[in-house]
């Protein structure tokens, strides 16, 4: 009788040690599993840098969906390559050097790492005299540079149509490599090359290119633009 309490107590004992042992097992694991977890959470939380693009219908996108507009192209491109930039249309139609000097410090209210000027088209169109427009786009400049020194400046060259004359013309197209040399500027030469002129690349008013026409500009800018990202 005592052999058989005896031996009960032991497969009693022997249960109890194992039970405690897969208990102990499970508890130093579980511990572990949270901590990566959380690890990768924070890991997988990355600050992404700003592109401002800062211009008139051009950049706006008139005519067509938003998301056919060369900005939200480069935004496509960027994260295909997953890299770490978002983009900011700050596209307005009908938009002026001088309308965009008025309108830079509502921008300038968000933080940008990198900024893409195209302003000065509708000068042109216009016949605004051309030391006007010259003196806004160095405004616009001057405000991004104060409020974010450490900024990568894009200028999108423009050229204007020939019925403007000659001087004009060649002025007008100056204005963008002076300024572009002078505040050391990243210069896309002619934001329109490959599309200006072509009947098929522009909407009916032969000025605001088609979706087609934005794929171009688009590869016109990230030609200049993917070595600052």
């Given at each position: 009788?005592?052999?058989?309490?005896?031996?009960?107590?032991?497969?009693?004992?022997?249960?109890?040690?194992?039970?405690?042992?897969?208990?102990?097992?499970?508890n130093d694991k579980t511990p572990a599993?949270?901590?990566?977890?959380?690890?990768?959470?924070?890991?997988?939380?990355?600050?992404?840098?700003?592109?401002?693009?800062?211009?008139?219908?051009?950049?706006?996108?008139?005519?067509?969906?938003?998301?056919?507009?060369?900005?939200?192209?480069?935004?496509?491109r960027i994260d295909s390559l997953a890299?770490?930039?978002?983009?900011?249309?700050?596209?307005?139609?009908?938009?002026?050097?001088?309308?965009?000097?008025?309108?830079?410090?509502?921008?300038?209210?968000?933080?940008?790492?990198?900024?893409?000027?195209?302003?000065?088209?509708?000068?042109?169109?216009?016949?605004?005299?051309?030391?006007?427009?010259?003196?806004?786009?160095?405004?616009?400049?001057?405000?991004?540079?104060?409020?974010?020194?450490?900024?990568?400046?894009?200028?999108?060259?423009?050229?204007?149509?020939?019925?403007?004359?000659?001087?004009?013309?060649?002025?007008?197209?100056?204005?963008?490599?002076?300024?572009?040399?002078?505040?050391?500027?990243?210069?896309?030469?002619?934001?329109?090359?490959?599309?200006?002129g072509e009947e098929k690349l522009n909407?009916?008013?032969?000025?605001?290119?088609?979706?087609?026409?934005?794929?171009?500009?688009?590869?016109?800018?990230?030609?200049?633009?993917?070595?600052?990202?």
């Amino acid at each position: 009788m005592f052999e058989i309490f005896e031996n009960r107590m032991k497969t009693y004992l022997i249960t109890l040690v194992v039970l405690l042992f897969v208990l102990a097992c499970n508890n130093d694991k579980t511990p572990a599993v949270q901590t990566n977890d959380t690890k990768g959470k924070k890991d997988s939380v990355v600050q992404k840098k700003t592109i401002v693009f800062f211009g008139n219908s051009l950049t706006a996108g008139y005519g067509i969906s938003p998301s056919e507009a060369f900005p939200a192209l480069i935004q496509h491109r960027i994260d295909s390559l997953a890299l770490t930039w978002k983009v900011v249309n700050a596209g307005v139609s009908g938009e002026t050097s001088t309308g965009g000097n008025s309108r830079i410090d509502w921008i300038l209210k968000q933080p940008l790492d990198i900024f893409v000027l195209e302003l000065g088209a509708n000068d042109g169109l216009r016949g605004i005299p051309l030391t006007q427009t010259r003196e806004s786009l160095q405004s616009i400049i001057d405000k991004v540079k104060a409020k974010y020194p450490s900024v990568k400046l894009v200028l999108a060259g423009m050229q204007i149509p020939p019925n403007m004359g000659p001087d004009y013309i060649t002025e007008f197209k100056n204005i963008y490599s002076d300024l572009a040399a002078k505040n050391k500027m990243t210069l896309i030469p002619f934001l329109l090359e490959g599309v200006g002129g072509e009947e098929k690349l522009n909407q009916e008013d032969g000025i605001h290119p088609t979706a087609e026409g934005h794929k171009i500009l688009a590869e016109n800018i990230w030609r200049e633009l993917k070595p600052l990202l």
